[in-house]
């Protein structure tokens, strides 16, 4: 065909392309490539096409082949980028880049995506670096300024990232990404109502942001205002149904509403999208823990699954530790949680962290949340170095934890919220541990040990252990310190009410239907009795409880209250009930301590142990139910022996008392079993299990 012809096929495509005629541009494209197969045009425009349409792959394809028919085509150059960052490929994508910008350095497009590319792979310190070229070259720019500060966002300078978003709307006041952008610096920063106002602005610009909506949908979630938060995810997945952050997102909400069965399948949706997701990953088996759907042994093998998962990409790439093989050197352990602040995990750490024998530990604080507090700054202050890690990807803490030369490498989180999992599946430390956060396992074979103890992990079990050896500690799986506020012990208020109260404290997303019908039992039973529920999602449990024949008088709903305020609600409830299969672990120590008993049942896997257990260590044995019928009669028969209830009150702290300690005994135990791994480590030179990646 001759040359002519070529050209007016060209033009016609494009014109069709510019009118919005997509399958006339595309047959016109084809019509062009099929007469002249080397023809740069009829590939890079067709690209463009598909790039502008959302068909990323065959974007890709026509784009590689329009760059290998001109390698100086600038403009094809950035589209093949652009396509790839799309694709979450940012490492070639960088590479287009700096190959655009050695021809032309003031390339505005260029060095805006080199900033994303850059910024996608975690180095955000260089992404601030270029971005800050680019706003130097183009000070007018709106989407420099934007870019500039996500980067900054992920450097952790939120307060100069704030002033780079602000900057972007006023160059460019109709866009509503910048709104978007500094609505989650706002709320990473715990500013939740102006948060909230500025994802509303980006929505009122741009009523179709899926972004805006989820992101919305995640503040109000933290204000515990699940429904609309459960609005607010919908309508962006309604909007882009394949947005797996969103699918995910819902999960979590639907957990906090008590509906597992709803959460798994969004969760399972999201992972469906986006295979290897790992939150969705974590917050299914975390789902799965509440559900009470699996047996213990069927329990372990989704985790183990799950950890296979998350290890592929690392297996075979995981590095010898240098770290010098002396069993009797002083040892450096690190702890890495999201929790060093006023959470449980963090009461339960504390005296480990301040009790540790400086003469042969040398201690490490990973913290993996932005926000900080008082407790944060106790914990600061007995630890011998503090290390904020939010900000940084996988990779770079991987390598910094190798670069701190860390022995042992303690997860505080298992697959609960801020865990850090892919990076103890990169292996950074030769000896790894879980403990504390998550009472499971994680699945994850880099993980060597687990410290449980002889109840909520009995030998009996075997193999049911998962993927980590136990580490069994006599002392029970943690040492808890009560909260300096606990006030003191109430008589039993039964005595002056006249009626019986319970209770319910924990996270209710641990509140399955067969718990809540049990509680519902356990009312209908005692007409007179009413029940106090604490916690964001008590109006959810409340008007299934209320669906299910209780009278909304006889129930008191109250959402999270400060630490205080919460422990000062004992003094209204004679009895607790625990949740079941997963049962309560702080919540139940914080009763015994205020004197509250608790009615628990024990289950098959090492969740629905916890409750059962405490019940033993302080001689409360009648309280430990097998199924849910002996759960129901057994909180009736205690509930209706006043005097029984009134006599325990006043000596369960006395009981439980001696058992904590100050937690000297636990860590020494502690120590001496990681002190006994470490010479088995030390040992292991050329043998199978420094080859296998358990130890290296």
Same mark, same amino acid.
């Given at each position: 065909?001759?040359?002519?012809?070529?050209?007016?096929?060209?033009?016609?495509?494009?014109?069709?392309?510019?009118?919005?005629?997509?399958?006339? #541009?595309?047959?016109?494209?084809?019509?062009?490539?099929?007469?002249?197969?080397?023809? /740069?045009?009829?590939?890079?425009?067709?690209?463009?096409?598909?790039?502008?349409?959302?068909?990323?792959?065959?974007?890709?394809?026509?784009?590689?082949?329009?760059?290998?028919?001109?390698?100086?085509?600038?403009?094809?150059?950035?589209?093949?980028? %652009?396509?790839?960052?799309?694709?979450?490929?940012?490492?070639?994508?960088?590479?287009?880049?700096?190959?655009?910008?050695?021809?032309?350095?003031?390339?505005?497009?260029?060095?805006?995506?080199?900033?994303?590319?850059?910024?996608?792979?975690?180095?955000?310190?260089?992404?601030?670096?270029?971005?800050?070229?680019?706003?130097?070259?183009?000070?007018?720019?709106?989407?420099?300024?934007?870019?500039?500060?996500?980067?900054?966002?992920?450097?952790?300078?939120?307060?100069?990232?704030?002033?780079?978003?602000?900057?972007?709307?006023?160059?460019?006041?109709?866009?509503?990404?910048?709104?978007?952008?500094?609505?989650?610096?706002?709320?990473?920063?715990?500013?939740?109502?102006?948060?909230?106002?500025?994802?509303?602005?980006?929505?009122?610009?741009?009523?179709?942001?899926?972004?805006?909506?989820?992101?919305?949908?995640?503040?109000?979630?933290?204000?515990?205002?699940?429904?609309? #938060?459960?609005?607010?995810?919908?309508?962006?997945?309604?909007?882009?149904?394949?947005?797996?952050?969103?699918?995910?997102?819902?999960?979590?909400? /639907?957990?906090?509403?008590?509906?597992?069965?709803?959460?798994?399948?969004?969760?399972?949706?999201?992972?469906?999208?986006?295979?290897?997701?790992?939150?969705?990953?974590?917050?299914?088996?975390?789902?799965?823990?509440?559900?009470?759907?699996?047996?213990?042994?069927?329990? %372990?093998?989704? !985790?183990?699954?799950?950890?296979?998962?998350?290890?592929?990409?690392?297996?075979?790439?995981?590095?010898?530790?240098?770290?010098?093989?002396?069993?009797?050197?002083?040892?450096?352990? &690190?702890?890495?949680?999201?929790?060093?602040?006023?959470?449980?995990?963090?009461?339960?750490?504390?005296?480990?962290?301040?009790?540790?024998?400086?003469?042969?530990?040398?201690?490490?604080?990973?913290?993996?949340?932005?926000?900080?507090?008082?407790?944060?700054?106790?914990?600061?202050?007995?630890?011998?170095?503090?290390?904020?890690?939010?900000?940084?990807?996988?990779?770079?803490?991987?390598?910094?934890?190798?670069?701190?030369?860390?022995? %042992?490498?303690?997860?505080?989180?298992?697959?609960?919220?801020?865990?850090?999992?892919?990076?103890?599946?990169?292996?950074?430390?030769?000896?790894?541990?879980?403990?504390?956060?998550?009472?499971?396992?994680?699945?994850?074979?880099?993980?060597?040990?687990?410290?449980?103890?002889?109840? %909520?992990?009995?030998?009996?079990?075997?193999?049911?252990?998962?993927?980590?050896?136990?580490?069994?500690?006599? !002392?029970?799986?943690?040492?808890?310190?009560?909260?300096?506020?606990?006030?003191?012990?109430?008589?039993?208020?039964?005595?002056?009410?006249?009626?019986?109260?319970?209770?319910?404290?924990?996270?209710?997303?641990?509140?399955?239907?067969?718990?809540?019908?049990?509680?519902? #039992?356990?009312?209908? @039973?005692?007409?007179?009795?009413?029940?106090?529920?604490?916690?964001?999602?008590?109006?959810?449990?409340?008007?299934?409880?209320?669906?299910?024949?209780?009278?909304?008088? @006889?129930?008191?709903?109250?959402?999270?209250?400060?630490?205080?305020?919460?422990?000062?609600?004992? !003094?209204?409830?004679?009895?607790?009930?625990?949740?079941?299969?997963?049962?309560?672990?702080?919540?139940?120590?914080?009763?015994?301590?205020?004197?509250?008993?608790?009615?628990?049942?024990? &289950?098959?896997?090492?969740? #629905?142990?916890?409750?059962?257990?405490?019940?033993?260590?302080?001689?409360?044995?009648?309280?430990?139910?097998?199924?849910?019928?002996?759960?129901?009669?057994?909180?009736?028969?205690?509930?209706?022996?006043?005097?029984?209830?009134?006599?325990?009150?006043?000596?369960?702290?006395?009981?439980?008392?001696?058992?904590?300690?100050?937690?000297?005994?636990?860590?020494?135990?502690?120590?001496?079993?990681?002190?006994?791994?470490?010479?088995?480590?030390?040992?292991?030179?050329?043998?199978?299990?420094?080859?296998?990646?358990?130890?290296?």
């Amino acid at each position: 065909m001759n040359p002519a012809r070529i050209q007016r096929l060209l033009h016609d495509a494009l014109a069709n392309h510019k009118a919005g005629r997509s399958d006339m #541009a595309r047959d016109g494209y084809a019509a062009v490539r099929k007469a002249a197969p080397r023809n /740069f045009d009829g590939y890079h425009l067709a690209g463009i096409l598909e790039l502008g349409q959302g068909r990323m792959d065959e974007a890709e394809r026509l784009l590689r082949r329009a760059h290998r028919l001109d390698r100086q085509s600038t403009a094809c150059e950035k589209k093949l980028a %652009i396509v790839l960052l799309a694709k979450n490929n940012p490492v070639e994508a960088e590479k287009h880049l700096r190959a655009v910008l050695t021809r032309d350095r003031g390339d505005l497009e260029a060095l805006t995506r080199l900033g994303e590319a850059l910024r996608l792979q975690g180095r955000a310190g260089e992404a601030v670096s270029i971005l800050r070229e680019s706003a130097a070259l183009h000070p007018d720019s709106a989407e420099v300024q934007n870019n500039l500060g996500l980067a900054l966002k992920d450097s952790g300078s939120y307060e100069e990232a704030a002033a780079c978003f602000r900057r972007s709307s006023d160059l460019n006041p109709k866009a509503d990404a910048p709104h978007n952008n500094l609505g989650i610096v706002l709320k990473e920063t715990g500013d939740l109502d102006r948060a909230i106002a500025c994802y509303w602005k980006a929505l009122e610009l741009n009523p179709r942001s899926h972004l805006a909506l989820n992101n919305l949908g995640n503040a109000l979630k933290e204000k515990g205002d699940f429904l609309k #938060a459960k609005t607010a995810f919908e309508k962006a997945i309604e909007i882009t149904p394949t947005y797996a952050v969103a699918h995910n997102n819902l999960g979590t909400v /639907f957990n906090e509403l008590g509906d597992a069965a709803s959460a798994l399948a969004a969760f399972e949706r999201a992972i469906l999208l986006r295979p290897g997701y790992h939150h969705a990953l974590s917050n299914r088996l975390l789902t799965l823990n509440y559900g009470g759907t699996l047996d213990g042994r069927s329990l %372990i093998e989704e !985790h183990l699954e799950v950890g296979r998962q998350f290890e592929a990409p690392f297996a075979r790439g995981r590095r010898p530790h240098p770290n010098p093989r002396d069993p009797d050197r002083r040892l450096r352990i &690190g702890y890495v949680s999201g929790d060093f602040r006023d959470h449980p995990v963090a009461r339960f750490i504390e005296p480990v962290l301040s009790r540790h024998d400086r003469t042969q530990f040398e201690v490490f604080a990973y913290s993996n949340h932005r926000l900080e507090d008082g407790i944060s700054a106790d914990l600061k202050s007995v630890v011998d170095h503090w290390i904020p890690v939010w900000a940084l990807n996988d990779e770079a803490m991987a390598d910094r934890i190798r670069g701190d030369g860390i022995d %042992i490498l303690v997860d505080l989180s298992g697959h609960t919220a801020h865990n850090r999992l892919l990076v103890f599946a990169r292996k950074p430390a030769p000896i790894q541990v879980s403990m504390i956060g998550y009472m499971q396992t994680t699945g994850l074979t880099s993980i060597d040990f687990r410290v449980t103890d002889h109840a %909520i992990d009995p030998e009996a079990d075997g193999g049911s252990s998962g993927s980590e050896k136990l580490l069994r500690l006599r !002392h029970g799986a943690a040492t808890y310190r009560p909260p300096e506020c606990c006030p003191e012990v109430n008589p039993l208020p039964a005595l002056s009410n006249g009626f019986i109260t319970f209770g319910s404290f924990n996270n209710l997303a641990k509140a399955t239907p067969e718990a809540i019908h049990a509680w519902v #039992a356990i009312l209908k @039973r005692l007409p007179t009795a009413r029940m106090l529920i604490v916690g964001r999602s008590g109006h959810s449990v409340g008007q299934i409880m209320q669906d299910q024949g209780i009278a909304a008088d @006889r129930l008191d709903l109250i959402d999270r209250l400060p630490l205080e305020g919460y422990l000062a609600l004992h !003094h209204r409830v004679d009895l607790l009930l625990d949740t079941f299969p997963y049962n309560g672990g702080t919540t139940n120590l914080n009763a015994i301590w205020m004197g509250v008993p608790f009615v628990s049942l024990a &289950g098959s896997s090492t969740v #629905a142990r916890t409750g059962p257990s405490l019940l033993r260590v302080i001689g409360l044995e009648d309280l430990a139910a097998t199924n849910k019928d002996d759960y129901i009669e057994r909180a009736v028969a205690a509930a209706s022996n006043l005097d029984q209830l009134s006599a325990w009150r006043p000596v369960l702290r006395l009981r439980v008392e001696p058992l904590l300690g100050d937690g000297t005994e636990f860590t020494r135990e502690l120590e001496t079993q990681l002190l006994a791994v470490w010479r088995e480590w030390c040992a292991t030179v050329g043998t199978a299990s420094q080859k296998n990646g358990r130890h290296d």
